[in-house]
């Protein structure tokens, strides 16, 4: 079974500090995606990637960046976190770009900014 | 990319009734999937049925993709308390590496 995993399921920041949360994909997956999720508003896409070292925007990139360095890791990272990034932050990756594929999330991350 | 958008908003149904939630769509699509989300943790995927194939199952599912009105339906046979999710479709296009995901129906089973 595909395994994605995020490093922490639930983190508290201050505002104005640097952020990065990790997400790692087991299955050699080639594209792997950030979204954030709110109440009322569903998943939007932020970050996706598609080879490492590619980058492409979402929906709502402004005030996030995103390092994907190996294949298996995709990083976001917030720069200067704000209290409007409080939100629950799910990675996703999938296979190739053939119609047939399906994402694959991890847990998810629950991130407050005070 | 395209954005489904599931209706109803949210359903109450009690345990061992028939679920049915339902997907519009604006553009063409390759296939269409179905997820589900239980409550504060990431999606799953349910099941996939693609453009040229009008009804899919897989256990208790039933999918159904009318590509003339651009809208699918997913029917949840003798649901169970652990039914309880929230459930999203995403319409894939050709080409596209990403999925959009609506807002998602609030599936409650009362046992």
């Known amino acids: 079974d595909v395994k994605v995993t995020q490093s922490s399921r639930y983190l508290v920041k201050r505002t104005g500090e640097k952020v990065f949360l990790e997400c790692v994909q087991d299955?050699?997956?080639?594209?792997m995606f950030w979204y954030r999720q709110d109440p009322g508003l569903g998943l939007r896409l932020i970050y996706f990637?598609?080879?490492?070292?590619?980058?492409e925007k979402g929906d709502i990139p402004e005030g996030y960046s995103v390092s994907r360095e190996k294949k298996e890791r995709f990083s976001l990272i917030l720069e200067s976190a704000s209290t409007n990034q409080t939100s629950m932050y799910l990675c996703a990756s999938t296979r190739g770009q053939g119609s047939a594929d399906t994402q694959y999330f991890g847990p998810g991350t629950r991130l407050t900014v005070l | 990319s395209q954005q489904g958008e599931e209706d109803p908003q949210a359903l109450s149904i009690q345990e061992g009734e028939n679920a049915t939630m339902n997907c519009s769509y604006k553009t063409s699509i390759n296939n269409l999937q179905w997820y589900r989300q239980n409550s504060g943790r990431g999606l799953v995927h349910l099941i996939l049925i693609r453009s040229n194939e009008r009804e899919k199952h897989s256990g208790r599912l039933r999918v159904t993709l009318d590509t003339s009105k651009k809208s699918s339906s997913l029917l949840i046979t003798a649901s169970r308390a652990a039914d309880t999710a929230s459930y999203f479709c995403?319409?894939?296009?050709?080409?596209?590496?990403?999925?959009?995901f609506g807002k998602g129906t609030k599936l409650s089973v009362i046992p």
């Open positions: 299955m050699d997956h080639e594209n």
């Open positions: 995403a319409p894939k296009g050709a080409g596209s590496y990403q999925l959009t």
């Open positions: 990637s598609y080879d490492v070292k590619m980058k």
